[in-house]
């Protein structure tokens, strides 16, 4: 009881922390979007609004770990919700793979990228990510054996998601995302370095003389090392979980149930606030404009202390000073 409610602990400030630098990252890039219109910026808030999501949806999971009662949340219940965090964070997961392509494309196709990532096609391209993550995510519901046969409660994924559940996220998603990562990866380093070999050859050669050396390559090399990290994090956060579910359903015997649940799951949903903290530190569009809003919330509070400050009985002091100001000046005037 005591670990349960240490690790609802640790579920309520994670949730916390999640839904709040997110929610801040999905108002500066509705800032940015409504300066800008950049269809990249939109692939960026879409990621933000999943993480949001996968906060609210673990947020429900607190109440059972900080409970004291014997009754937890029903089956059918603890499955939605457990479907919800799945749908969240496989768009999460899927979004982060649209950004990478969103950056490869535009690295392999500079000249033809506006033409091919329009609005439109970036619309289609989220609705489709949704409709995805959700069919993943209430698979196990209409599938029997991704389901646990006995529900004993508290909620937790494996309560209710047999291991099976993630052998099959793993083999037919997983390690073929993270293939697909390396492959944009790889690529878009070798273009970078091409573009970054291409314009110093044309700078030696002098027909670059007296001209400002184009921001191209530096361009290039930021959107590799932001997809590299991204690819990083979410490697790191959910291949233990995953893995160590295939080890689950390959030893029937081994209970590492407690290990999955209690350290390994909350390793994989911890990406979420990984992901913000990524994108405000190296995307240039999101930290200029958490520093505009820092700006303006600093502003706002100044106005607000001034308003204050005049209220009870600023007004008092400019008169008092200018009184003295005449009557030190007028003698030297007379004089």
């Known amino acids: 009881?005591?670990?349960?409610?240490?690790?609802?602990?640790?579920?309520?400030?994670?949730?916390?922390?999640?839904?709040?630098?997110?929610?801040?990252?999905v108002v500066a890039m509705l800032l940015?979007?409504?300066?800008?219109?950049?269809?990249?910026?939109?692939?960026?808030?879409?990621?933000?609004?999943?993480d949001t999501l996968i906060g609210v949806a673990i947020s429900g999971l607190v109440t059972d770990q900080l409970s004291s009662s014997a009754q937890y949340t029903q089956k059918t219940m603890c499955s939605l919700r457990m479907a919800f965090v799945t749908s969240s964070a496989a768009a999460s997961v899927l979004t982060v793979m649209l950004i990478a392509f969103d950056r490869y494309l535009a690295i392999k196709q500079p000249l033809r990228y506006f033409q091919i990532m329009n609005g439109l096609v970036a619309g289609a391209c989220i609705a489709g990510l949704w409709l995805v993550s959700?069919?993943?995510?209430?698979?196990?519901?209409?599938?029997?054996?991704?389901?646990?046969?006995?529900y004993y409660g508290p909620c937790t994924f494996f309560a209710v998601f047999h291991p099976r559940f993630v052998l099959t996220l793993s083999c037919a998603g997983f390690f073929p995302a993270v293939l697909l990562?390396?492959?944009?990866?790889?690529?878009?380093?070798?273009?970078?370095?091409?573009?970054?070999?291409?314009?110093?050859?044309?700078?030696?050669?002098?027909?670059?003389?007296?001209?400002?050396?184009?921001?191209r390559p530096v361009s290039d090399f930021k959107a590799v090392r932001t997809v590299c990290i991204l690819i990083g994090s979410f490697t790191l956060s959910w291949s233990p979980f995953l893995i160590t579910g295939i080890v689950q359903v390959a030893c029937q015997k081994c209970s590492l149930y407690q290990v999955l649940e209690k350290y390994l799951w909350l390793l994989g949903v911890g990406n979420s606030l990984l992901n913000p903290l990524i994108y405000a530190y190296w995307q240039r569009e999101?930290?200029?404009?958490?520093?505009?809003?820092?700006?303006?919330?600093?502003?706002?509070?100044?106005?607000?202390?001034?308003?204050?400050?005049?209220?009870?009985?600023?007004?008092?002091?400019?008169?008092?000073?200018?009184?003295?100001?005449?009557?030190i000046s007028h003698p030297e005037l007379d004089g």
């Open 1 to 25: 009881m005591e670990s349960s409610f240490s690790f609802g602990v640790i579920l309520a400030v994670l949730t916390v922390l999640i839904i709040a630098v997110n929610a801040l990252v």
């Open 32 to 50: 940015s979007i409504y300066k800008n219109d950049g269809v990249g910026l939109c692939f960026t808030l879409n990621l933000a609004v999943a």
């Open 134 to 150: 959700y069919l993943i995510g209430f698979l196990p519901l209409g599938v029997p054996i991704f389901q646990q046969t006995t």
């Open 181 to 215: 990562f390396v492959f944009f990866y790889c690529d878009m380093l070798k273009i970078a370095s091409v573009h970054s070999q291409q314009i110093r050859k044309m700078e030696h050669a002098g027909a670059m003389a007296g001209a400002c050396r184009p921001p």
């Open 286 to 327: 999101v930290r200029q404009q958490l520093y505009h809003m820092a700006l303006g919330v600093k502003k706002g509070f100044a106005s607000i202390l001034l308003l204050l400050s005049v209220k009870n009985g600023g007004p008092e002091r400019p008169r008092e000073s200018s009184y003295h100001i005449v009557t």
